[in-house]
């Protein structure tokens, strides 16, 4: 099992950065695979990043290749999402997931463990 807490949520200017990490507990996290999905108001939880077991291969959305960067520490059992350039835009819920495998996905439902999120706000 694999429990998961986001911070660094908070609300920037357009153009601002933000760091978010996601802490994991449980002696599992080195097998996990992770992503960092979003949900906006009145919208669908859509994929961020993801980043696979080891860290070596990444997957950005569209909306934020070269704004946004995916990386973990498994000695420190925590991934980080990095955002520059804001927009607002990317003002949404973030969560943190994790699923059993060496390889990472896109698909939400695909992912074994969430946390709670961590609210972005971006103002114009």
């Known amino acids: 099992q694999v429990q998961l807490e986001e911070s660094g949520g908070g609300s920037v200017q357009a153009g601002g950065s933000l760091r978010l990490s996601c802490a994991a507990s449980?002696?599992?996290?080195?097998?996990?695979?992770m992503g960092w999905f979003r949900q906006g108001p009145n919208k669908e939880r859509e994929v961020v990043a993801a980043i696979n077991r080891n860290g070596g291969t990444t997957y950005y959305a569209d909306s934020v290749k070269g704004r946004f960067t995916i990386s973990r520490d498994n000695a420190k059992n925590t991934v980080y999402l990095q955002m520059n350039s804001l927009k607002p835009e990317d003002t949404a819920v973030y969560y943190c997931?994790?699923?059993?495998?060496?390889?990472?996905?896109?698909?939400?439902?695909?992912?074994?463990?969430w946390g709670q999120g961590t609210q972005v706000t971006v103002s114009s």
């Open positions: 997931a994790a699923r059993f495998s060496i390889t990472y996905s896109t698909l939400p439902s695909h992912y074994n463990y």
């Open positions: 449980g002696r599992t996290f080195s097998s996990c695979a």
